[in-house]
T-cell receptor, first 114, second 116 residues
Framework: DTGVSQDPRHKITKRGQNVTFRCDPI?????LYWYRQTLGQGPEFLTY????????KSRLLSDRFSAERPKGSFSTLEIQRTEQGDSAMYLC????????????FGSGTQLSVL | AQSVTQLGSHVSVSEGALVLLRCNYS??????LFWYVQYPNQGLQLLLK??????LVKGINGFEAEFKKSETSFHLTKPSAHMSDAAEYFC??????????????FGQGTTLQVKP
């Protein structure tokens, strides 16, 4: 069990640029989640996958955001035409089959949009 | 709609003192409730969870929480604080209650400071 890993740890970009983050869940975890956390706030749910199927997207997720989980393993979260309001910590989590109550979180990707 | 409110964004205690972190919830269905801890530069880690079994839930590192339906509360306690307990703590409720999808609604967090 190597834990949930996220890459990169930090990303600085200019407004209007596209960015992509990667998440590698714990192997054999069939569910994968993306959350966003801003300073002084708790994480907010963005979307989640069961295997390769994206089952739910939050209304927080504008059309500029897209997430994929090809083959049901790693996942990517892409933000197009970034805005300053996108600056946040993006957290990935996974949970094992039959125990969706226990989420294992990665350390996150800190995005700064200048 | 489900929500949680954590009372106090910062709590400071002396080493060896009682830790009490407050959480109140709102839920339209019987809730599943959680406490997560986040140490600096680490991912959130589950401390404990309530899923409609025993109302007093014991977690890792000596923490426990009591579900009180009449007070809609799920406060986190530890009898004796240790320096290593300094971290940020998040209370969360599962969306959709018993039909748990892993979609959690988190409170704003409480930073626990432990003084020597």
């Amino acid at each position: 069990d190597t834990g949930v890993s996220q890459d990169p740890r930090h990303k600085i970009t200019k407004r209007g640029q596209n960015v992509t983050f990667r998440c590698d869940p714990i192997s054999e975890h069939n569910r994968l989640y993306w959350y966003r956390q801003t300073l002084g706030q708790g994480p907010e749910f963005l979307t989640y996958f069961q295997n390769e199927a994206q089952l739910e997207k939050s209304r927080l997720l504008s059309d500029r955001f897209s997430a994929e989980r090809p083959k049901g393993s790693f996942s990517t979260l892409e933000i197009q035409r970034t805005e300053q309001g996108d600056s946040a910590m993006y957290l990935c989590a996974s949970s094992p089959t039959g125990n969706n109550e226990k989420l294992f979180f990665g350390s996150g990707t800190q995005l700064s949009v200048l | 709609a489900q929500s949680v409110t954590q009372l106090g964004s910062h709590v400071s205690v002396s080493e060896g003192a009682l830790v009490l972190l407050r959480c109140n919830y709102s839920s339209s269905v019987p809730p599943y409730l959680f406490w997560y801890v986040q140490y600096p530069n680490q991912g959130l880690q589950l401390l404990l969870k309530y899923t409609s079994a025993a109302t007093l839930v014991k977690g890792i590192n000596g923490f426990e929480a009591e579900f009180k339906k009449s007070e809609t509360s799920f406060h986190l306690t530890k009898p004796s604080a240790h320096m290593s307990d300094a971290a940020e703590y998040f209370c969360a409720v599962s969306d959709l209650g018993s039909s748990n999808t892993g979609k959690l609604i988190f409170g704003q967090g409480t930073t626990l400071q432990v003084k020597p």
